[in-house]
């Protein structure tokens, strides 16, 4: 037993060098990183240690502005898009023919690069000096002023990027729940048809608590991916994120590491750890809602 | 509610040009009294559970018709059928408890038949008590035993009080012990409500010990229906005759001459005791205790249904030999030093009542030839073979190519 032990030891040691060194010492680094004060990263010299760092991004305009649209983008998407997914996904399941076809038309934003799909929403959204872009092209044909999304009021903005982040994520919610409404054994369906149960309670009462953990887990990953959100911003509205007021929580990391000459590891640390304690929390409360409503 | 099945036929489309339609059930008439049990029977594959789902209607015939006494149920949706049906796997719903499992029919119920939620609690209570479950219902499935998810399955069917209750290899999901215990309780519970009930089965055994009638059936084709016993002792075909019985009966390559049955060049049998074997009641079989007026009465009921046709008249006029298969019942043997069918010995097992003696014989079709003695009989092992007469009534003559039986029960 004792020499099993060992052996076993032996066999993790390779994945645990790894995750000490790329992992393990890194997250202990940001930690103290964002704790030291001043830190020169040229010289690597702080010139204390403290909480300076924290209460000096609490200040930061930018922080605060980047920590609302996070939040917004978050609260706006991960229900939209989950509800979504689950309706294409219930849809696509009761029909036949042709399935496979919608299949691969919802899958294929996942295997689209996010910066071409940037492209096509400047297409869709983008005023230039030769064309409104199309969405506004239709507005003007309902009659409505046309609106500047990209560049324009906040409220437009945000519209597009939650609609770009839903639109992006949904291709891999839906494939995810398309199987788990598969893995639902039909002897279910049958015994409630020959019951006379009636579709919506059908999906209520069986379905849904059938794919429960499935939903949890889609819900779970949504937040903690919505959180992390940058790339699409920056997709959308270039790397000056500050500027257009459409900055992220992990948009305001990397302009403290690199953006405008960076430098500023200590705040980005300081940040960073800050977005890790949302995302626990967050995760934590989800994980006590779901072991109250999934039964698995 | 007398159930009618008339020339239900159940046809699959092939998937392709090269893969023929595949016929599950076969023009299949049959009528169910009022409150009886029915057992479908036969291997897997053969259309019985596809019989069941036509008459549950979650499947659609091809043709024919289904009618609940006189009312045609064929295009009516399953829920407008007031039936009730039991899965294979019990199908029960993992997230609720067992009360809520037998109050989901209920909560289904519209219009005037709606219930308020005191009126569900006590029918699904009365259900529960029924199949004895009462204790258990706060319980979620996981937390059950197989025999009891099964109980709930049935009180979930039964809730509804349904016309018919349907059945899908019901006990095929438990162990050995567990199965003889419950098939006793469907048994009960069957009486209990007088429900007509249709249950489908590939174990012979399960389905002779509880039905009033059987079905059996293969490849989509009604083989043959009646009593149990009545099938038993009374097999139409080969297959029918193989099917039931455990140990299986034994089948030998023989020959049919002049009103003799031959199994190599031995002569086991003489065709000649139209009349019932009076002594069928006398010896200890697995059916001892059948009297001779009821054996007499079915070898009448065998006579007067097969008429002519099969009738040992023909038989006898035939007077080359006819190659054919000999069924022997295992119970259809007795040790005799002078019998006429020699044997090689291979073993005896030793079951308490009686013995199985496991011998070999140059005819045989199979591996071995099981044979029930009773007890006190005493086979002398030091032996190399083991010499039987057959007794009459437990032997039967099958034609080669279609496995109809020629002869046999008394003819």
């Known amino acids: ?296 | 509610m007398k159930v009618t099945i008339e020339n239900l036929t159940k046809k699959f489309p092939g998937r392709g040009r090269k893969d023929p339609e595949t016929i599950a059930v076969n023009d299949f008439d049959f009528e169910i009294p009022s409150g009886e049990l029915v057992g479908l029977l036969g291997p897997s594959g053969c259309g019985k559970s596809t019989t069941l789902l036509m008459i549950c209607g979650l499947l659609q015939p091809t043709e024919g018709r289904i009618l609940f006494d006189e009312e045609d149920v064929t295009n009516v949706p399953p829920e407008e059928r007031g039936v009730g049906l039991v899965f294979q796997n019990y199908a029960l719903y993992p997230h609720m408890t067992v009360e809520e499992n037998i109050m989901f029919p209920l909560g289904n119920l519209r219009g005037k038949d709606k219930l308020s939620k005191e009126e569900m609690r006590s029918r699904a209570r009365q259900a529960a008590s029924l199949v004895q479950i009462d204790t258990l219902l706060d319980r979620r499935p996981k937390e059950l035993s197989g025999g009891q998810q099964q109980r709930v399955a049935i009180a979930r069917a039964l809730v509804k009080m349904p016309r018919v209750l349907l059945m899908d290899e019901p006990l095929s999901n438990l162990d050995a012990r567990l199965r003889l215990q419950t098939r006793v309780e469907i048994r009960r519970i069957q009486r209990e409500t007088g429900i007509t009930t249709i249950f489908v089965t590939h174990d012979q055994e399960e389905a002779m010990s509880i039905s009033d009638t059987i079905v059996v059936m293969e490849a989509g084709v009604v083989q043959q229906i009646g009593r149990p016993q009545d099938v038993y002792d009374d097999p139409h075909n080969l297959f029918v005759a193989k099917f039931l019985g455990t140990p299986p009966i034994n089948v030998f390559e023989g020959s049919l001459k002049d009103g003799k049955i031959l199994i190599g060049d031995s002569e086991v049998f003489e065709i000649k005791d139209l009349a019932p074997d009076p002594a069928a009641h006398l010896y200890e079989g697995p059916d001892a205790g059948r009297t001779a007026k009821q054996a007499e009465e079915s070898a009448g009921a065998a006579l007067r249904r097969d008429g002519v046709k099969k009738g040992p008249g023909r038989l006898a006029k035939d007077a080359g030999s006819i190659p054919v298969w000999v069924g022997i019942r295992p119970e259809g043997f007795f040790l005799d030093e002078e019998g006429p069918l020699v044997c090689s010995l291979k073993g005896v097992e030793v079951m308490g009542r009686d013995v199985t003696v496991v011998s070999t014989h140059p005819a045989f079709q199979g591996e071995t030839i099981r044979t029930i003695i009773d007890a006190q009989s005493g086979v002398d092992t030091t032996k190399s073979e083991v010499r039987y007469r057959v007794r009459p009534g437990k032997i039967f003559v099958f034609a080669k190519d279609s496995g109809e039986r020629l002869y046999g029960a008394g003819e």
């Not at chain 1, 680094?29 to 924290?54: H, K, M, P, R």
């Not at chain 1, 639109?167 to 369906?189: E, G, H, R």
């Not at chain 1, 309670?201 to 794919?211: G, H, K």
């Open chain 1, 1 to 296: 037993m004792e020499n099993n032990n060992r052996k076993a030891w032996l066999y993790l040691l390779p994945a645990g060098i790894f995750l000490a060194v790329f992992m393990i010492y890194p997250l202990i680094d940001v930690f103290i990183y964002s704790i030291e004060e001043g830190f020169n990263f040229a010289s690597q010299t702080s010139q204390g240690t403290g909480l300076f760092n924290f209460s000096y991004i609490l200040h930061d305009p930018y922080f605060l502005q980047a920590v609302r649209n996070t939040a917004l983008c978050v609260v706006i998407t991960v229900p939209i898009s989950t509800g979504l997914s689950l309706l294409i996904a219930f849809g696509l399941s009761s029909i036949k023919p042709l399935r496979n076809l919608f299949q691969t038309i919802y899958f294929l934003p996942y295997v689209t690069n996010t910066l071409a799909v940037g492209l096509v929403f400047m297409i869709l959204f983008k005023k230039t000096a030769y064309t409104d872009g199309m969405v506004n092209l239709l507005l003007q044909a309902f009659g409505s002023p046309t609106v500047d999304f990209i560049d324009g009021p906040y409220w437009a903005k945000m519209m597009v990027l939650c609609i770009y982040v839903i639109w992006i994520v949904m291709p891999f919610k839906i494939l995810i729940l398309t199987s788990a409404l598969a893995s639902v054994d039909q002897n279910y369906y049958n015994a409630a048809k020959v019951d006379g149960t009636r579709g919506w309670r059908i999906f209520w009462r069986i379905t849904l608590p059938m794919i429960s953990p499935t939903v949890f887990y889609l819900i779970i990953t949504g937040f903690i991916g919505a959180f992390k959100e940058y790339s699409d911003a920056v997709a959308l509205f270039g790397t000056d994120l500050n500027a257009a007021k459409m900055n992220t929580i992990v948009g305001y990391i990397y302009d403290m590491l690199y953006g405008n000459g960076g430098g500023y590891p200590s705040y980005a640390s300081a940040a960073a750890i800050l977005l890790f304690f949302i995302i626990l929390t967050i995760t934590v409360i989800n994980l006590l809602v779901s072991r109250r409503h999934v039964y698995y």
